[in-house]
């Protein structure tokens, strides 16, 4: 089942993926690039839900 977690700065940027370790480093590098922010991955991929179903995307607005 795939996980999703929504910008920690709260741009509307969302990814999901089918692992949280995966969560966690799109939502790193979008924090980095975007925000100038460092996140630990590790840490980021621990806050994602986990999800029914659907498949695994990247989105950003």
Known sequence: M???LTCL???GFRTTA?????????????MDDEHDTP?????????AIQRNAGPSSQSSN
């Open 9 to 11: 700065s709260g741009c």
């Open 18 to 30: 089918d692992s949280r370790e995966d969560v966690g480093v799109l939502v790193m590098e979008h």
């Open 2 to 4: 795939p996980f999703t």
């Open 39 to 47: 996140v630990d991955p590790f840490e980021a991929g621990e806050l």
